[in-house]
């Protein structure tokens, strides 16, 4: 048989590759290489050089500030601009009078033409000789060699060093003062870790910063940076992870490196879960993947560094359940700083931090926007200011009103408003009827959140209307007949639809939806029912992201469980229509204003309620009065 032999690629082929590595190498590395040294430092220590005249000359620009000092030979720094208006004043302070032109001076046309050109074009053709008969060799003795490795290059080139000149403080960082407590320790310590010492006592090595989504987990680590004017080093857990086996683990080893230079300092890995998930090696050829040696290397480092030198390690996550145990364990992270939504006090706080920053009226009232925002994150509650602020620039107001506030939370709860929608009559009035329905049957239960709105505008979020309840104070617990009330509540729609039109429509979906987690949680994880008592038959898992529940019983109980959830619905769907049923007078009223006037606040409600169960007495008095 016939040898197929590979064909062999013209020598005009490699030497358009040496060109071009050539041309790159002209391009990039010569002018760094001829041009002068400069080292770049923080703007503190320019400052601190002009203050003790080791300034010789100084060049500012838009971006930066280039300087020499007056060393023997001369040393050349960079450092980023600053808004500083005094910068002009320093400088003639320290003796500086010309500060515009450039320090560093340009060679002559000759020398650059030789060097850019000449020198490249000289090595050039040297490489290519060597190349061409080292080829020549190779293909002589019978095949064209292998080559080196580009996958040996495993050091990490990935700049994570960030100066902390930001200027955030703790004072920037509302309604987490638990958060704030625990870390002003570790603040303390890189002030004066002294007065640890002398008592024997060691800084935690990590915190782990845990909680939703939006609640503030990477603002809190800048505040420690800042409040405590050292470097923070900054990096996202998934620029870990490489294709190439290895490179993650040699930016691990990279950035303690660096850390360790610039001790004391932070280190800050946001989505550490991305790298520390639990090993369990499914998936993977005995587990020995690049995402694996990146957490056993991390491991390795945090055991290596010693926190005496003032090096932190703060990560953050919202998945702490699938974090590695090694990875928590004290020595690592020792400490677990919960950052939860904010409660009352705290949205209040966070809407007035980011008040700060718009023009606002002086008779908004703050507390009234928390409590309509209530499960809101920090992130939502920035939102919700600035969307008030668009909307006062669309109104074509200065400053941002009340109101503004008030449909801004709508707008994140429930989105915007539909212009383009137009429901028919019979459809808003079904909607206007489905929505005083849950209205009506929360006003006539007890233990039931305040109306404080009620709209059949339609709304980018799909949904054709909406009423709103709002909580006089944070709600932490709930009690059975609280929940039983709210399942009702959410039937209400569904049950008004029913007694005035004698049909169901596709409107109660997620009432329906709600109504059965509810329920179904009363069940399996509250132990709110005689069948089954005090037994968890429902594990959650990422209960910052939404939580997701698995029954954890046999076939036959999550049978019963099923018939439970629909009987605890059912029950209170019977409340909800009794309730309905006794007081139609109410609804139909309701129902009508709520027709023709498309959006009623919860005092309006109130005020139609009870002029209608007014109205109603007066007649059976009369008809009493009658009969008598």
């Known amino acids: 048989m016939q040898e197929i032999k590979t064909p062999r690629k013209p020598m005009i082929f490699y030497i358009l590759i040496v060109m071009i590595v050539m041309m790159l190498l002209n391009i990039f590395l010569f002018p760094r290489m001829l041009s002068p040294q400069v080292e770049e430092v923080d703007y503190g220590q320019f400052l601190q050089m002009a203050e003790n005249g080791e300034l010789s000359e100084v060049q500012v620009t838009d971006t930066e500030i280039v300087f020499a000092d007056n060393s023997d030979p001369v040393n050349y720094y960079t450092t980023g601009r600053m808004e500083d208006p005094f910068l002009v004043d320093r400088l003639k302070n320290a003796g500086i009078t010309t500060f515009g032109s450039p320090i560093v001076e340009e060679m002559s046309p000759i020398l650059s033409f030789i060097l850019s050109w000449v020198l490249p074009l000289v090595i050039f053709a040297l490489l290519g000789n060597w190349l061409m008969k080292s080829l020549m060799k190779k293909m002589g003795s019978g095949g064209m060699g292998s080559g080196g490795n580009f996958m040996s290059f495993g050091k990490s080139n990935a700049k994570v060093y960030v100066q902390s000149t930001d200027g955030i403080r703790f004072s920037d960082v509302a309604g987490e003062d638990e958060a704030k407590e625990l870390l002003t320790e570790i603040v303390d310590y890189l002030h004066n870790p002294q007065r640890y010492a002398e008592i024997g006592a060691s800084i935690p090595k990590g915190a782990l910063l845990v909680g939703p989504p939006g609640t503030g987990k990477t603002l809190l680590a800048k505040a420690v940076a800042g409040e405590a004017h050292v470097p923070f080093f900054s990096i996202s857990g998934s620029e870990f992870v490489e294709m190439f086996v290895g490179m993650g683990a040699a930016k691990v080893r990279d950035l303690f490196k660096q850390a360790n230079e610039k001790a004391p300092c932070i280190v800050f890995i946001d989505e550490i879960d991305t790298i520390g998930k639990k090993r369990d090696g499914v998936g993977n050829i005995g587990g020995n993947d690049e995402r694996e040696q990146t957490l056993n290397q991390l491991l390795t480092e945090m055991d290596g560094f010693n926190a005496s030198k003032g090096v932190i390690i703060l990560a953050a996550t919202n998945r702490p359940d699938s974090l590695d145990p090694a990875l928590l364990r004290p020595g690592r992270f020792d400490r677990r700083i919960p950052v939860e939504l904010p409660d009352l006090q705290g949205r209040e706080a966070i809407l007035k931090v980011h008040a700060k920053k718009v023009k606002i009226a002086d008779n908004v009232d703050f507390s009234v926007i928390a409590k309509m925002a209530a499960g809101a994150s ?221 959006t009623i606040t919860g005092d309006e409600f109130i005020d139609v309620l009870q002029d209608t169960l007014k109205q109603g007495k007066d007649e059976a008095n009369a008809g009493s009065e009658g009969l008598e």
């Open 378 to 598: 920090g992130a939502e509650l920035a939102n919700m200011v600035n969307e008030a602020a668009l909307r006062a620039v669309r109104a074509g107001r200065k400053f941002v009103t009340q109101p503004d506030l008030e449909e801004s939370v709508e707008v994140v709860i429930a989105g915007y408003q539909k212009k383009n929608a137009i429901l028919s009559d019979h459809e808003k009035i079904i909607v206007a009827y489905h929505e005083i329905g849950h209205a009506l049957v929360a006003a006539l239960q007890s233990h039931s959140a305040p109306v404080t709105k009620i709209t059949i505008i339609p709304r980018t979020s799909g949904a054709l209307g909406y009423t709103m309840q709002v909580e006089e104070d944070d709600h932490n617990l709930m009690s059975k007949e609280e929940i039983e009330n709210k399942i009702a509540t959410l039937t209400g729609g569904r049950v008004a639809e029913d007694l005035i039109f004698h049909s169901v429509t596709t409107g109660a979906s997620n009432d329906i939806e709600q109504a059965t987690k509810l329920a179904r949680a009363m069940v399996t994880r509250f132990g709110m029912t005689d069948e089954f008592g005090m037994v968890a038959l429902e594990t959650m898992s990422n209960q910052y992201l939404g939580g997701d529940a698995s029954l954890a019983c046999s076939p036959e109980t999550a049978t019963e469980i099923d018939k439970k959830v629909i009987a605890v619905v059912k029950e209170q769907y019977a409340k909800a229509e009794s309730l309905l049923r006794a007081h139609m007078r109410e609804l139909n009223s309701l129902a009508q204003y709520l027709y023709q006037y498309e």
